[in-house]
């Protein structure tokens, strides 16, 4: 039955893992505005620039399965770049500053390290980015009626 090797071909190849990147997390707060600020400095020496990169996500509490029971109050920020194992971060599940400049990547291709840096909102700004997000939802439903 050639079925099961169409199946087989669609597999992710195995990759040896080489262990954990070295990383350090830098606490900080902004000093104009406040915030709490959590930066990620992850190195990878070993890894293939010419084919890979640091990639992320979150993850919910609900997701994982390594902390259980799951507890609502924090998610992960997992970092994963081959040959690399990933990597999870246990960080407080609270509103994230997507602002410009307040929640950035870069991926240093010559030290071969991956930074992170992101801040939370306190309560004052979360209600106004939700203020601004109803806004401009109001706006694109406005439009889109506005069009035949």
Not at 7 to 32: C, E, F, M, V
Request: charged content about 30%; some cysteine.
């Amino acid at each position: 039955n050639n079925n099961n090797n169409t199946i087989n071909n669609n597999k992710r190849p195995t990759i040896l893992r080489i262990g954990r990147p070295a990383y350090q997390i830098y606490k900080s707060r902004d000093p104009d505005t406040d915030q709490r600020c959590l930066s990620f400095e992850l190195s990878y020496p070993e890894i293939d620039t010419r084919r890979h990169q640091p990639r992320y996500r979150f993850m919910s509490a609900f997701e994982q399965r390594v902390d259980t029971p799951a507890d609502r109050r924090y998610q992960y920020l997992l970092v994963a770049a081959d040959p690399y194992e990933t990597v999870a971060f246990k960080i407080p599940n609270e509103p994230i500053d997507k602002g410009e400049g307040r929640f950035v990547t870069h991926w240093d291709v010559e030290e071969k390290k991956f930074i992170l840096t992101l801040y939370y909102l306190d309560a004052k700004q979360e209600e106004q980015q939700q203020q601004q997000q109803e806004e401009k939802d109001k706006q694109n439903n406005n439009n889109n009626n506005n069009n035949p």
